[in-house]
């Protein structure tokens, strides 16, 4: 007998009107799984702009606003109102934005980086907590089935403690002034006022530090970092190179840098322990390489025998079939609608629900970046 599958709950997306790389990069993570529907949205800072794009997504006229307070106001009017709300607007309205949905009843799921301030990230939190609603962020690497695999070796001790953690993540698209073009992406994420005090570092280091983190379960104690602008005029950090000491003795060098010419997407992890060491590279990502003292590597490959649980949950095609960024991130999107649905249902959270990213997660983010940029500007180590 088939499985008889729940109906799809509906969101609201705030930001990401039709154009917009991430926007559609969510409408289709959440599409993959019919996990939820998209039925309302405020697309645009710009009335005219939302209203066209929810036109061209096929919403009605009565749940196509022009403002998230219009939004947020009648949704939560509405009996049908919508399950939760996704917002991907630049950085400097994630906090009011998520504020006011939580404030109104609704789960909200958040890019990252969650806020511009840590201060701000701690009052989701409470908010979260005061109306009992998830607000999860969408750290998306953590969706990768191999990059679980990681974490599920890590917990079993499989390489022993754990000693040095290097992560990178590589991009070369703004190694010339592309912000003076009017490129929108480029633009705002160079504008302090928009993006905050992190360029690269808040844009791609926060991507990185939460991936090692979510992997190691090891926890930041200082911070030392030395972050430049290498394009002239450029206001906010294009390159970082960061040290990180764990309180578990560890540590780790970071680096994140948008001026590496040659480099697409390019986000590794190798994490070093007593007995062995594992590497994973999310340009290859249905692959794990796995060494153990005084053997030979170990290759792990996405759909193979003798995964862990927490892999095979994630992975949707057989062995050999490749799966990647869309698929991960559709993975957090099951855990967030899983975990919305478990919510709404006094039910026990499963596996899937358990492994999203949350605000909590969103806060270490951005203290994170606070660290960086303190500690570049101070040339010293600052606790965390």
Known sequence: MSQTLPP??????????????????????????????????????????SIESARQLGLPHDRSYTTYQELVKQEASRPDRVDFVVIVTPN??????????????????????????????????ELSKEHNRLCCVTYNYTGYPMVRQARALIEANHIGPIRKVFVEYHQGWLA????????????????????????????????AENLASFVTGLQPQSIYADLRSFVPNRPLDDDASVFINYTSGAHAVLTASQICIGRGNGLTLRI???????????????TLEVTKLNTNPVTYSRGGPDLHDDATISTRIPQGHPEGYLEAFANIYKGATDAIREHNSDQDPSRLAQLIPTIDDGYQ?????????QSSRSRAAVNF
């Open 8 to 49: 799809p709950l509906t969101y609201a997306m705030i930001g990401g009107g039709t154009g917009a790389f991430i926007g559609e990069v969510h409408r289709k993570a959440i599409a993959l799984d019919h996990s939820a529907t998209l039925v309302a949205g405020a697309f645009s800072s710009t009335p005219e702009r």
């Open 92 to 125: 400097d309205s994630h906090h009011p934005i998520a504020k006011a949905a939580l404030e109104a009843g609704f789960h909200v799921v958040l890019d990252k980086p969650a806020t511009q301030t840590s201060e701000q990230a701690q009052e989701l939190i």
């Open 176 to 207: 010339s002034d592309l912000e003076s073009t009017g490129q929108k992406q480029a633009s705002w994420r160079v504008d302090p006022h928009r993006a905050g005090i992190g360029g690269a570092i808040g844009d791609i280091g926060t991507h």
């Open 272 to 286: 070093h322990g007593e007995s062995g060491s594992i590497s994973w590279n999310q340009e290859t990502p249905d």
């Open 365 to 373: 983010g951005v203290r994170f970046v606070e660290c960086c940029v």
